[in-house]
């Protein structure tokens, strides 16, 4: 695990403001705990290939049965309250843009006053990893998405 992520337990609370992280198949999803069991993140393809806006749902659905970790990040500009009065700020935002405005801009936005993407810059930076996060997307949708009729059949 990468020195500047710290595992949570789901009997601890996260603190308020911290930025989540919840690592899925082929890439990692992010968002803002909120406190209550609550977190703040962008939408955009972590549930289908359509993007989504910026909501506030459960841990449980944010984590979607995936371990969630904190992102430390030392020099914060924002914290606790502040950092959670600037994820709600956005509440209902729907520009979601996979390269420039994703769920990990979004929480940087909201903990370090600037938004950027480090799984962005190291597809950038290593295109055969950009296209093995892009195949591994498509794939795990395609597999959501049989899922989802299949359960539609049956009900």
């Not at 999803?29 to 549930?47: F, M, T, W």
């Not at 430390?72 to 956005?90: I, K, L, M, Q, Y």
Request: proline content about 5%.
């Amino acid at each position: 695990m990468s020195p500047d992520l710290q595992p949570t337990l789901h009997a601890d609370e996260p603190p308020l403001g911290a930025h989540l992280v919840s690592r899925r198949a082929g890439y990692s999803h992010h968002g803002i705990y909120v406190g209550g069991g609550r977190v703040v993140h962008y939408a955009g393809l972590c549930v289908s290939l359509h993007r989504g806006p910026i909501e506030e749902v459960t841990l449980e659905r944010f984590a979607a049965g995936y371990e969630v970790a904190i992102v430390a990040h030392p020099c914060a500009a924002f914290v606790g309250r502040e950092a959670v009065a600037r994820a709600r700020s956005r509440l209902g935002e729907d520009r979601y843009r996979l390269l420039s405005n994703n769920c990990e801009h979004f929480c940087t936005w909201c903990v370090d006053g600037k938004g950027r993407s480090e799984q962005v810059r190291t597809c950038i930076a290593h295109p055969l990893a950009g296209l093995r996060v892009m195949r591994a997307l498509v794939h795990a949708r395609r597999v959501q998405a049989s899922h989802d009729g299949y359960a539609a059949q049956a009900a």
